[in-house]
């Protein structure tokens, strides 16, 4: 099929739920993409921070192919040694004690906030702050969860029980912190809100006002984890230890998964028949996982990644076009002086270089594998591009 077939084809049978570009992706390596015409892309989205170790590494393809040429899947009620190994490797990498596996980062969410309802039900708790400007995920209780109206309106009534706080002042969570409380939810960096660091001291001084208060800090890694930043977790940069950690986009290296990660006194929160998943914890996304875990966690894998987060901030705001970079690690937004960040994403795509928008900003979500000719490769189009706006 050509892409007009497959355009024609998308319109016809699939819900119109995105905005999407004129390309349709076939096959990639590493940090490089083709598309059905044969066309080359430099890819600085990793399918929106998924594929942590780029396009179909071999190691993590042949773990995952062999892994659904012994058994794909089994129902929770058996033992699955993929998913028990997978879960040492994470308490390992993460200083968390126990993991419940799921699909996605909504899900991840939802466990999370299960979690600190049970932890405040006791005491008639069930309020959980937010930060505006958040996002935590599209089912009705993440939509919730999100600090923004414009993804609520079309959808009410959401669930109850939620509060939002300004991101960048803790008096304003101070002030939302009442007896009737359970949780704090926060990302360290929010990303589709525009990539916005939440900073360290905030964080520190969140969880010591949760120490105070008996409330739970859960902290949304869905985009932030796995390497993203430079550190295994984002939290574990900023010096915070959480009750509960989200994590998806990234883990399994482009197979479905989430994991909401609990700390050792929340370990027996959740008793059999509390929360459960068909497919959570699934053999092949583990297999996947385990590639990816390994790999990341790696000490001088992470020096590499934030080595090559700052050597593509430094030439992003060196572009004469450019206002201003932010972010952590190869989580990164550009601000630009002129033009808007669609058109950008637009350009870029038909001159071959993937990239990401978050709000009025250009976001790049590399391959934490991309290399240095790659980066370089899709910097020279991307200014290009930048002349042309
Ligand atoms: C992407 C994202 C989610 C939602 O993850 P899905 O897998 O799309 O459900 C939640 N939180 C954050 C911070 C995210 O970036």
Avoid at 8 to 34: C, M, S
Avoid at 191 to 214: S, T
Avoid at 269 to 295: D, E, H, K, W
Wanted: net charge negative.
């Amino acid at each position: 099929m050509n892409f007009q077939e497959i355009k024609e084809q998308e319109n016809k049978y699939i819900l119109h739920t995105y905005g999407r570009v004129d390309a349709a992706l076939v096959k990639g390596k590493n940090a490089r993409a083709w598309d059905s015409e044969g066309k080359e892309y430099i890819d600085f989205t990793s399918g929106i921070g998924v594929n942590a170790l780029g396009y179909c590494d071999p190691e993590w393809t042949e773990a995952v192919a062999a892994q659904a040429g012994k058994i794909q899947h089994m129902c929770n009620y058996y033992y699955c040694p993929e998913n028990t190994a997978l879960a040492e490797e994470l308490s390992k990498a993460s200083g968390m004690a126990k993991s419940f596996f799921c699909n996605s980062g909504a899900e991840a969410n939802e466990c999370a906030i299960k979690i600190a309802r049970k932890y405040g039900e006791k005491r008639g708790a069930y309020h959980i702050i937010t930060l505006k400007n958040s996002f935590h995920g599209r089912t009705l209780t993440t939509l919730a969860a999100t600090g923004q109206d414009g993804f609520h309106q079309d959808f009410l009534p959401l669930t109850e029980g939620f509060l939002y706080a300004d991101g960048d002042d803790l008096d304003s969570v101070k002030e939302l912190m009442d007896s009737s409380v359970c949780a704090v939810l926060v990302e360290t960096v929010q990303g589709e809100g525009g990539v916005v660091p939440i900073e360290k001291e905030y964080l520190q001084k969140l969880r010591k006002l949760c120490d105070e208060r008996d409330v739970l800090l859960l902290v949304d890694e869905v985009q932030t984890g796995i390497g993203r930043t430079g550190n295994f977790f984002s939290f574990q940069g900023c010096e915070v230890t959480p009750d509960v950690v989200t994590a998806a986009k990234g883990v399994a290296g482009g197979l479905p998964m989430g994991v909401c990660l609990v700390s050792e006194r929340l370990g027996d929160i959740l008793g059999p028949g509390m929360q459960g998943s068909t497919f959570g914890g699934n053999p092949i996304a583990s297999a996947g996982a385990r590639v990816v875990v390994r790999r990341v966690s790696d000490p001088a894998f992470l020096k590499n990644v934030r080595e090559k987060g700052a050597y593509l901030k430094e030439r992003l705001e060196a572009l004469p076009q450019v206002e201003s970079v932010r972010g952590r690690g190869m989580m990164l937004g550009v601000k630009l002086k002129k033009g808007d960040a669609h058109e950008a994403l637009v350009s870029c795509a038909k001159q071959g270089l993937l990239i990401l928008t978050a709000k009025e900003l250009v976001r790049f979500l590399p391959p934490l594998t991309i290399t240095k000719e790659e980066m370089d490769e899709g910097l020279a189009i991307f200014s290009q591009v930048l002349n042309t706006l």
